[in-house]
Nanobody, 121 residues
Framework: QLHLVESGGGLVQAGASLRLSCAPS????????MGWFRQAPGKEREFVAA????????FYGESVVGRFTVSRDNAKNTVFLQMNSLKPEDTAVYYC??????????????WGQGTQVTVSS
C-alpha cells in the first residue's frame, strides 16, 4: 500500500509558476510509474502527465504540453510537477497516482488526496 501525499499547491496569478511534490507517507515510489491528474469543479478528472520508473520517459496531456514538466527523484522518494505559464483554466485539484505499469491508459492503483491549485486572471 502506498499513501501518497501531494504538496505545493496554492493561489497564483496567471503566468506564474508552481511546483507540486508528491511523496509517500509510507512505502516507496521505486518500481511504480507515476502520474499526475487534475479535476476542476464540475469537470471530469483529466490526465496531466506521467513518468516511467527511472524517469527517462514522460508524456503529457495536450493542454499542458510545453508548460508542465514531470520529474522524479527516486533517491528522495518524490515526484514533481513543475507548472509554468499557468492559466486560469489550470485551476483544479491536482492528484498524484502510482501505477504498476507505464503507458497511456494504465490503471493507477494508488492516489493521493490532492492539492488545490488556483490561478487568478
Amino acid at each position: 500500500q502506498l499513501h501518497l501525499v501531494e504538496s505545493g499547491g496554492g493561489l497564483v496569478q496567471a503566468g506564474a509558476s508552481l511546483r507540486l511534490s508528491c511523496a509517500p507517507s509510507g512505502g516507496t515510489i521505486i518500481g511504480y510509474a507515476m502520474g499526475w491528474f487534475r479535476q476542476a469543479p464540475g469537470k471530469e478528472r483529466e490526465f496531466v502527465a506521467a513518468i516511467n520508473y527511472s524517469g527517462d520517459s514522460t508524456f503529457y496531456g495536450e493542454s499542458v504540453v510545453g508548460r508542465f514538466t514531470v520529474s522524479r527523484d527516486n533517491a528522495k522518494n518524490t515526484v514533481f510537477l513543475q507548472m509554468n505559464s499557468l492559466k486560469p483554466e489550470d485551476t483544479a485539484v491536482y492528484y498524484c497516482a502510482a501505477a504498476e505499469h507505464y503507458g497511456a491508459g494504465q490503471k493507477y492503483d494508488y492516489w493521493g488526496q490532492g492539492t488545490q491549485v488556483t490561478v487568478s486572471s
